[in-house]
């Protein structure tokens, strides 16, 4: 790599690395994998576990102060108090993985005190790296990335990740399909949301939308997509995203647009129900009970709200530099 790198995004580099080394590895036994289910269609493997080892014992041997947010194992690892926060998914695509499809990669992020900072996603199957660090551009090898230009909705391809959990709204997915499909001119589902985001970055997607994402898979790609010119926010605008899994970007032109399209799909937080979330939250991140999603939003200083379907007419959109933006509270 020509240019010099943050020390902890080489950390994150060297992390991502050893993980995807034993992901190749692993790809070539598949035969031999041992595969569990946390719930309907939604699966982790010893391979899940094995390189979320290998990521946390690389970062916490280097940072041993650092707190962690990963997905297999929460909050159990490095400090629970930390302004540092790492938030991986040691293998996003589990799915594609089992079956030999080659779309799946490793997602590190490091967020200081809710923003964040450093950012990697690492295809294994291509030896991708997509890398980047706030306020210094987002890479892909050693290329530097940008949005794409197009402008026009008709012309652009646009990324997507189907809904797949027991409880998942089917209907609202469809609706949302439909009304996205006929004003592109393709959509496209390869099942890696990490990598999605890194399409968008790197102007592959001219936009990307899904409902049901954790904040490991769209902590990393986030910072990628704005250091390369782009916007992400949830499906009004705001810059809340990770809390309400919901994720809408792409380059200004066409993020605009499809914030006008799905915001009569979102979900909206009342202010009074988040306020009473914020009361009720259990202490520290990482007790039983706490989900990860709550464990991240503790980390971060940000309460877990409760989210119902909206029923008003949504409200203006608007785009979102999140560089630019604090992660607010909610």
Not at 111 to 120: D, H, I, S, T
Not at 173 to 190: I, K, S, T
Not at 290 to 312: H, K
Request: proline residues 5%; hydrophobic residues 45%.
């Amino acid at each position: 790599m020509s240019q010099a790198l943050h020390p902890m995004l080489n950390i994150a580099i060297k992390a991502a690395r050893t993980a995807g080394a034993l992901i190749n590895r692993a790809s070539m036994d598949l035969d031999l994998l041992r595969i569990s289910s946390k719930a309907p269609n939604d699966f982790v493997t010893e391979v899940d576990q094995a390189a979320e080892r290998a990521i946390i014992e690389v970062l916490l041997t280097a940072y041993p102060g650092h707190g962690i947010l990963a997905e297999e194992s929460g909050r159990e690892h490095g400090a629970k108090d930390s302004d540092y926060l790492w938030i991986i998914d040691p293998l996003d695509g589990t799915t594609n993985f089992i079956h030999g499809f080659p779309v799946y990669a490793v997602s590190i992020a490091l967020a200081f005190k809710g923003q964040v900072q450093q950012a990697v996603v690492y295809d294994p199957s291509r030896n991708d790296l997509f890398y980047a660090s706030k306020g210094r551009g987002a890479f892909l090898n050693d290329k530097r990335l940008r949005v794409s230009k197009r402008i026009r909705m008709s012309e652009s391809l646009i990324g997507t990740g189907f809904p797949f959990r027991k409880g998942d709204n089917f209907k609202r997915y469809v609706q949302m399909f439909e009304a996205v499909m006929q004003n592109c001119a393709g959509l496209r589902r390869p099942g890696a949301a990490a990598l999605d985001l890194c399409y968008v970055a790197a102007g592959y997607y001219d936009g990307f939308f899904e409902t049901g994402l954790q904040p490991w898979d769209a902590a990393a790609g986030s910072l990628m997509i704005t250091e390369a010119g782009g916007l992400i926010g949830n499906f009004t605008g705001d810059a809340d995203f990770l809390y309400q899994r919901e994720v809408v970007a792409g380059n200004p032109k066409i993020y605009g647009q499809l914030v006008q399209t799905l915001a009569p799909y979102t979900k909206v937080i009342k202010a009074e129900a988040a306020s009473h979330a914020a009361a009720a939250l259990p202490a520290p991140a990482g007790e039983a009970g706490l989900t990860p999603e709550a464990a991240l939003s503790a980390a971060l200083g940000v309460s877990e709200a409760v989210v119902e379907p909206a029923t008003a007419a949504p409200k203006k959109p608007r785009a979102v530099r999140i560089r630019k933006a604090d992660v607010k509270p909610i």
